[in-house]
C-alpha cells in the first residue's frame, strides 16, 4: 500500500475564494515552490456569488497533493480547497486550430478530419479555418497531430474546465462552518 501512495498521477485541485487580486499569485507561488509543474490552470466565478474558483491540475503522489491542499488552505483569502482524481470529475477542454484554407479547398481530407473527430468549424476566412475541438486532453491532441501535416498556423488549448460529480462540497463546508462544527 505505501508504494501505491507514492504513485504520482493527475489530480484537479479545485480552490475557492473571494475574487482578490493577488490570490491566484500566491496559490502559483505554492505550487512552483515545491517544483510543481501546472499542468492545466483555469479562473472563473462559481456558481456562488462573490466566490472565485480556481481549477489546477497538477502531477503528484496522494501524499503530496494531501499536504499541498493544506498549504494552499492554510492562506487567508482562500475559502476551501479540495482535490480530485479523474474519475471524480466531469472534465473538458477546448481548442482551436487555425490551419490554411486551401486545405479545405484542395480535397475533403480536412473535412472528413474535423468529421472524424467531432470537432466544428467555427470561421472561414480567405486565409486561414479556424477549427474547434471540445474534449479530453488526448482528444484534442490527436485532433492536432492529424491537422499538422496541413500546416497548422495557430493552435490553442484551454485549461480543464471541471464539474465534480458529487455535490458541491463547498456548500456542505460553508454550512458546517456556519453550524460551528468545524474551526478555522
Request: proline share 2%.
Amino acid at each position: 500500500m505505501e508504494q501505491k501512495s507514492n504513485k504520482e498521477r493527475l489530480y484537479t485541485l479545485v480552490v475557492f475564494s473571494e475574487n482578490l487580486m493577488g490570490i491566484l499569485a500566491r496559490i502559483v507561488t505554492i505550487i512552483t515552490r515545491r517544483h510543481i509543474n501546472i499542468e492545466s490552470l483555469n479562473t472563473s466565478v462559481s456558481s456562488m456569488q462573490g466566490i472565485h474558483r480556481y481549477t489546477i491540475v497538477v502531477r503528484l503522489s496522494e501524499e503530496r497533493i494531501r499536504k499541498l491542499t493544506a498549504q494552499i488552505d492554510k492562506q487567508v483569502d482562500v475559502l476551501k480547497t479540495f482535490y480530485y482524481t479523474n474519475d471524480e470529475v466531469v472534465y473538458q477542454e477546448i481548442a482551436l486550430y487555425k490551419i490554411p484554407a486551401k486545405t479545405f479547398y484542395e480535397g475533403n481530407t480536412t473535412e472528413s478530419l474535423v468529421r472524424k473527430h467531432n470537432a466544428r468549424v467555427l470561421t472561414i476566412e480567405p486565409e486561414y479555418i479556424v477549427i474547434e475541438k471540445t474534449g479530453h486532453y488526448n482528444e484534442t491532441e490527436a485532433l492536432l497531430e492529424d491537422l499538422r501535416p496541413f500546416g497548422v498556423y495557430e493552435f490553442v488549448r484551454s485549461g480543464r474546465v471541471v464539474i465534480v460529480k458529487e455535490m458541491e462540497r463547498l456548500n456542505n463546508y460553508l454550512a458546517s462552518i456556519e453550524a460551528g462544527e468545524v474551526g478555522n
